[in-house]
C-alpha cells in the first residue's frame, strides 16, 4: 500500500493507526551535500518537496525487496541534518501488506504496479490550511529546519497544495480523507488475509 499526500496531511499517523508495517519513503531523502538536490526557484533553498531530493530507485528496491523477502535495510535519514545517519533493518515477517508512506509515495505508483508488488495507492489531504498548521507544529516540535525555512517552506506548500494533490491522483493516487484511508487499508489487509489463507 503506497500512502501519499502533502507534507503534514497525516499520512504517519494514518500508517500508525491501520496497525499495518510501515516503511517510512522519507528515509530515502538525499543528503544536503548531494550535488543533484533541487533548489527552490529564485532562492538558494534546498526544494526538499521536490522528487529529485529522493532517491526513488532506492526506495522501489526495498519495497521489492520487503515484498520478496520480508526484511530489507533501510537508512536512518536525520531530516534536521539532512544526513544518513546509520543503517536499519525492517522486519515485516509474513504479513501480506505493508504500508509505505511518503510524500513521493505517488512517484513510484506505476513502478510497483509493473513490478506487480502494489495492493493500492492512496492520496491523503485535508485542506491547505489545516494542512499548513499540522506541519508547521510539527516540525518546529522536532527542530526539522530553522523556523524562517519553515516559514517560508509552509507557506509556499499552502498555496500550492491543491495542484500537490492534482499530481498525485494524476499519479495513480486515489484521493481520500483520514476515515476513507484507514477503511480502504482494512479492506485490503483483510482481502490480502483471504487470498493468503485460500492459497495455502
Known amino acids: 500500500m503506497l500512502l501519499c499526500g502533502p507534507s503534514g496531511s497525516g499520512k504517519s499517523l494514518v500508517a500508525a493507526r491501520s496497525g499495518l508495517p510501515v516503511l517510512r519513503l522519507d ?3 538525499k543528503e544536503g551535500d548531494d550535488p543533484t538536490l533541487p ?3 529564485g532562492s538558494s533553498d534546498i526544494d526538499w518537496d521536490h522528487p529529485l531530493s529522493w532517491d526513488a530507485d532506492v526506495a522501489v528496491e526495498a519495497i521489492t525487496r520487503l ?3 520480508g526484511s530489507t535495510d533501510v537508512p536512518v535519514y536525520d531530516i534536521g541534518l539532512s544526513a ?3 543503517v536499519e533493518t525492517l522486519h515485516i515477517g509474513r504479513t501480506p501488506l505493508f504500508i509505505a508512506e511518503g510524500i513521493f509515495a505517488a512517484e513510484i505508483v506505476e513502478r510497483c504496479r509493473e ?7 492512496l492520496c ?3 485542506g491547505p490550511l489545516t494542512t499548513f ?3 508547521f507544529l510539527r516540525d518546529l516540535k522536532e527542530g526539522r529546519k530553522s523556523v524562517p525555512f519553515l516559514l517560508r517552506r509552509g507557506w509556499r506548500l499552502m498555496r500550492a497544495e491543491r495542484a500537490i494533490v492534482a499530481r498525485q491522483v494524476s499519479l495513480g493516487a486515489h484521493p481520500c480523507e483520514r476515515d476513507e484511508a484507514l477503511g480502504r487499508l482494512a479492506a485490503a489487509a483483510v482481502g490480502r488475509q483471504t487470498q493468503k ?3 495455502a
Do not use: E, K
Open 27 to 29: 528515509d530515502f531523502y
Open 39 to 41: 533548489l527552490v526557484d
Open 67 to 69: 515484498c520478496a523477502t
Open 84 to 86: 544518513r545517519t546509520g
Open 115 to 121: 513490478l506487480g508488488v502494489l495492493a493500492d495507492a
Open 124 to 126: 491523503l489531504s485535508r
Open 133 to 135: 498548521r499540522r506541519r
Open 197 to 199: 489463507r485460500t492459497a
